[in-house]
């Protein structure tokens, strides 16, 4: 029945839910994108750089370090700066003024990481709906078929078992990408954490 179906052709079989799914997997995939284009702008590697701004400072070269932390693209340059502005501040001002940035920004790397976690959580229901419509649907023409026959109920088998496929072909690459975020985050958040206690105890030597 389903050799001589295209890909496409096999997706549309699935009706309403599946091209629901495609919505959503389209979705996915620009959060997806959209979040790996900005983690690999802001990925450095913060030992070096530390190393960079504590030389500079042991040198009395603060302007260069705000160079430096403006032409770095990240949070851990962000938090140095934060910190250096700070610097004629005690140091529990100082550490609430760079804790307070570092909350800042966790929150918006992840402004969009919550939906693709509900995305990977939601997409496989979506498509088990779809798969119970397509057994009622499969049940319902044989009630009206007086012949029955495997014919009768393969347009409603044929949506469930596309629904499903589809429901997990979203949601899987979904949550493998939101886990990997939250991990690639969490670094983010304790280099910087690491970073600005660095800079504060150097800044209150």
Not at 195 to 200: E, F, T
Request: proline residues 2%.
């Amino acid at each position: 029945m389903f050799q001589e179906l295209s890909f496409w052709q096999m997706l549309l079989k699935g009706g309403a839910t599946v091209i629901l799914l495609m919505g959503i997997s389209v979705l996915s995939w620009w959060i997806i994108l959209d979040r790996l284009i900005r983690l690999s702008k802001i990925k450095i590697k913060t030992e070096d750089f530390m190393e960079k701004v504590r030389n500079l400072y042991e040198a009395r070269k603060e302007d260069s370090i705000v160079t430096l932390c403006q032409s770095t693209p990240g949070l851990v340059p962000s938090v140095v700066l934060e910190a250096l502005r700070n610097k004629k501040k005690d140091k529990e001002k100082m550490e609430n003024a760079v804790q307070r940035l570092i909350n800042t920004s966790s929150a918006s790397m992840q402004s969009t990481m919550g939906i693709l976690g509900t995305i990977g959580n939601v997409t496989p229901f979506i498509g088990l709906f779809g798969t119970v419509i397509g057994i009622m649907r499969a049940f319902h023409d044989l009630s009206l078929s007086s012949g029955g026959g495997p014919a009768v109920v393969a347009s409603g088998i044929a949506e469930a078992l596309v629904a499903t496929a589809m429901g997990l072909f979203v949601a899987v690459p979904a949550v493998i990408f939101y886990n990997y975020f939250v991990r690639r985050v969490d670094g983010i958040e304790t280099d910087a954490v690491n970073a600005g206690s660095q800079m504060i105890d150097l800044l209150g030597e």
